[in-house]
Nanobody, 127 residues
Framework: QPQLVESGGGLVQPEGSLRLSCAAS????????IGWFRQAPGKEREGVSC????????SYIEPLPDRFAISREVAKNTVYLQMNRLKPEDTAVYYC????????????????????WGKGTLVTVSS
């Protein structure tokens, strides 16, 4: 059974940076789309960015390149979310998720289509 483990969250001051990691096991990034999502206190979960099995990137909260950048190391089966110039409104639990490629179907990184989820890592942006 695939597992996703997020790490790298913590407390950071405004305008600071963090790099989140999503270590995947039991699956290959060559066959899965990986997405980063976040849920702020009192708000619904929202998509941040996704990277397809081919390495194509989709951003949901702002155009790339900008404050956030998703990347991956296939050899390490790990996906990263580099977050720069963090703002208090970026405070949230950040989750990574995975969706297996389904040949012949439309590509999706919608949260309701994802197959596996990590437990999340908390990012707090505060002075």
């Amino acid at each position: 059974q695939p597992q996703l483990v997020e790490s790298g969250g913590g407390l950071v001051q405004p305008e600071g940076s963090l790099r989140l990691s999503c270590a995947a096991s039991g699956l290959s990034l060559d066959y899965y789309t990986i997405g980063w999502f976040r849920q702020a206190p009192g708000k619904e979960r929202e998509g941040v960015s996704c990277i397809s099995s081919r390495g194509d990137v989709t951003s949901y909260i702002e155009p790339l390149p900008d404050r956030f950048a998703i990347s991956r190391e296939v050899a390490k089966n790990t996906v990263y979310l580099q977050m720069n110039r963090l703002k208090p409104e970026d405070t949230a639990v950040y989750y990574c998720s995975a969706r297996r490629v389904r040949p012949g179907t439309v590509w999706s990184c919608d949260e309701y289509d994802m197959d596996w989820w990590g437990k999340g890592t908390l990012v707090t942006v505060s002075s």
